[in-house]
Antibody, heavy 120, light 107 residues
Framework: EVQLEQSGAEVKKPGESLRISCKGSGYTFSDYWISWVRQLPGKGLEWMARIDASDSYSLYSPSFEGHVTVSVDRSINKAYLQWGSLNTSDTALYFC?????????????WGQGTMVTVSS | SYVLTQPPSLSVDPGETARISCGGNGLETRSVHWYQQKPGHAPLLVIYSDRDRPSGVPGRFSGSSSGNTATLIISRVEVEDEADYYC??????????FGGGTKLTVV
């Protein structure tokens, strides 16, 4: 079964750093891209960034560039989303999703989501 | 940046047909994807490339696209279809873009 398994919920203070993960299984990890999607409480979906798992080439939404970093570790089939310094406004549910380089197929596999709470 | 516009909400009776619209400039030149999201769950792809249905998605779900508007059609709506629905496209300038979402209520 093709799956993306995300790391558990996090509670952090403003200014702290954080890295959350997304582990792929049931498929060849390097054959796909991984995107990260944010969902603020009670709000819609926002695309943040994507990374080619084959070579770590990444692209960012202007809304998030410089505030987050995406990476992959192909040896353990994991993708990561990290923050160097969290803000309270980063409190949200974060999803990873798998898609191909061909944009015609959408995002067919999603992780279960990681809730990040940033509060002093 | 590219913008997709959806109605915030739609209410239908069980057994009726729900039509959720998604508007965007030049939409006819893009592949539109649709996602269903129930509370506390990850989004689920229900239609890709305007009108194709992933395996496992009920045949009641279909899609169409014409001009600047794409439509998700849910026939014979069931109570379990109550959810938020999002359209999505890839734009060469904005990358992946989601619509604002439509809350479908089955009354």
């Amino acid at each position: 079964e093709v799956q993306l398994e995300q790391s558990g919920a996090e509670v952090k203070k403003p200014g702290e750093s954080l890295r959350i993960s997304c582990k792929g299984s049931g498929y060849t990890f390097s054959d796909y891209w991984i995107s990260w999607v944010r969902q603020l409480p009670g709000k819609g979906l926002e695309w943040m960034a994507r990374i080619d798992a084959s070579d770590s080439y990444s692209l960012y939404s202007p809304s998030f560039e410089g505030h987050v970093t995406v990476s992959v570790d192909r040896s353990i089939n994991k993708a990561y989303l990290q923050w160097g310094s969290l803000n309270t406004s980063d409190t949200a549910l974060y999803f990873c999703a798998r898609h191909s380089v061909t944009t015609s197929y959408g995002m067919g596999v999603w992780g279960q989501g990681t809730m990040v709470t940033v509060s002093s | 940046s590219y913008v997709l516009t959806q109605p915030p909400s739609l209410s239908v009776d069980p057994g009726e047909t729900a039509r959720i619209s998604c508007g965007g400039n030049g939409l006819e030149t893009r592949s539109v994807h649709w996602y269903q999201q129930k509370p506390g769950h990850a989004p689920l792809l229900v239609i890709y490339s305007d009108r194709d249905r992933p395996s496992g998605v009920p045949g009641r779900f279909s899609g169409s696209s014409s001009g600047n508007t794409a439509t998700l059609i849910i026939s014979r709506v069931e109570v379990e279809d109550e959810a938020d629905y999002y359209c999505q496209v890839y734009d060469s300038s904005s990358d992946w873009v989601f619509g604002g979402g439509t809350k479908l209520t089955v009354v």
